[in-house]
Antibody
Framework: EVQLVESGGGLVQPGGSLRLSCAAS????????MSWVRQAPGKGLEWVST????????YFADSVKGRLTISRDNSMNTVYLQMNSLRAEDTALYYC???????????WGQGTTVTVS | EIVMTQSPATLSVSPGERATLSCRAS??????LAWYQQKPGQAPRLLIY???TRAAGVPARFSGSGSGTEFTLTIDSLQSEDFAVYYC??????????FGQGTKLDI
């Protein structure tokens, strides 16, 4: 069974930084693009970022471009989201999901909460 | 950026009835369209990909159709566990892989 477990969320002041992690198991990790999707309280889903299986290509929503960086360690089956210059509007539940590069998001983690205040 | 528009925002139906949810893309996404279900306090769950292919374990009462810019999710014989929020998302070509704003299926 494929599992994704996010960690690293928390409370941070505006302008601060956080690094989210997503540990994957039950899959050949390097075969899959990985994505981050967020959901602000009471709002809908917002695609944030995708990284290809090799890590060679990364993509970002305009709302986070230049502030967030996505990376992966295929030896550790982990994808990261480095979040810098955080704003109040970045407050959300951040989900890690498998897929996103020419593919639907077929497996999701339970999310980690980021609060910027 | 491709804008995904879902309608209606809320759909009130009764158990046993059929629900029809719509999703429109601002430009063609061929069949690179997915539907997700989200229940309160839970992560989204993939229902449909490729506009019409059910994901593993998804009951046959869920069906997707459409191509290009117009898509439909149909849920036949609604069960109590189907009342949730449904999102469409495109994954065509270039990011951003935008989601629709969601349709809440209400009793």
């Amino acid at each position: 069974e494929v599992q994704l477990v996010e960690s690293g969320g928390g409370l941070v002041q505006p302008g601060g930084s956080l690094r989210l992690s997503c540990a994957a198991s039950g899959l050949i990790f390097s075969d899959h693009a990985m994505s981050w999707v967020r959901q602000a309280p009471g709002k809908g889903l917002e695609w944030v970022s995708t990284i290809t299986g090799s890590g060679g290509n990364t993509y970002f929503a305009d709302s986070v471009k230049g502030r967030l960086t996505i990376s992966r360690d295929n030896s550790m089956n982990t994808v990261y989201l480095q979040m810098n210059s955080l704003r109040a509007e970045d407050t959300a539940l951040y989900y890690c999901a498998r897929g996103g590069y020419y593919a639907a998001l077929d497996v999701w983690g339970q999310g980690t909460t980021v609060t910027v205040s | 950026e491709i804008v995904m528009t879902q309608s209606p925002a809320t759909l009130s139906v009764s158990p046993g009835e059929r629900a029809t949810l719509s999703c429109r893309a601002s430009q063609s996404v061929p069949i690179n369209l997915a539907w997700y279900q989200q229940k309160p306090g839970q992560a989204p769950r993939l229902l449909i990909y490729g506009a019409s292919t059910r994901a593993a374990g998804v009951p046959a009462r869920f069906s997707g159709s459409g191509s290009g810019t117009e898509f439909t999710l149909t849920i036949d014989s609604l069960q109590s566990e189907d009342f949730a929020v449904y999102y469409c998302q495109h994954y065509n070509n270039w990011p951003p892989y935008t989601f629709g704003q969601g349709t809440k299926l209400d009793i």
